[in-house]
């Protein structure tokens, strides 16, 4: 079957500098990949050259099998996108600001529905700039899931969220996933990356330095963890690069 998301040798860089360097990787329909990686590495802008909203120097970029630059607006009604920091109009209320998405799709899921299951029902008169950094969040992954897509990008996926929320967004999502959609997140915590992600890939400085399950992620490392396993692969250079000795 034809991958959901397939990136063939993505190379993106901003003048000089290189932010995505040949990048290749594919994700099936209704997995859930993890796309990791230090603050600065390139994730953003890989998603942002995924999904279209930025031009890439060179390589392949295929979702549903579409081209995001060239079809952009049938991908628009099949793809939903959580941004990072999203800049709504100012005094629009949450209610207002889900019906201006919902109308924007033909197959727009019920958003009260949405609202309810991330928590946000009572907060549907209010102004969004009035929500808790957390409220925000939560109203970013609604947004993201307004157009019943078939494909997710989920940029930090529960940052800001407290302990009891992220779990159940982890629920919700884990039951879309059942439903077969695909999911693509980036995210710091190792714990979220576990429970959810079938594969993952680990950039550094726009390279790619790790690409398979996380079981394989924590075998190839001298860990039983995947954040130890982690932090191992992303300094791993650094440590063979540096000369230093304990303190005796
Ligand atoms: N419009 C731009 N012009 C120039 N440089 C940019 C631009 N956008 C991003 N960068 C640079 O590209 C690099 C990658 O940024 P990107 O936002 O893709 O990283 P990231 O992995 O998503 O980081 P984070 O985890 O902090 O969100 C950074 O060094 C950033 O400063």
Redesign the pocket.
Known sequence: MEAAIAVNQLYKS??D?R??ENLSFSVNRGEVFGFL????????????CIVGTRKYDRGTVSILGLNPLQDRKQLFERVGVQF?ETIYQDKIKVAELCEVTRSLYQAASNYRDLLQQFGLSEHLNRQVSELSGGQKQRLSIVLALIPNPEVVFL??LTTGLDAKVRREVWKYLSSLKAQGLTILL?S?FMDEVEALCDRIMI?KE?RSIFHGTVREAIAASPYDHLEDAYLWFTDKEELENASFSYPV
Do not use: L, M, R
């Open positions: 901003y003048g500098v932010v995505v990686g230090a603050n600065g590495a390139g994730k953003s802008t890989t998603i942002e990072q940029d930090e980036t710091h950039i726009g």
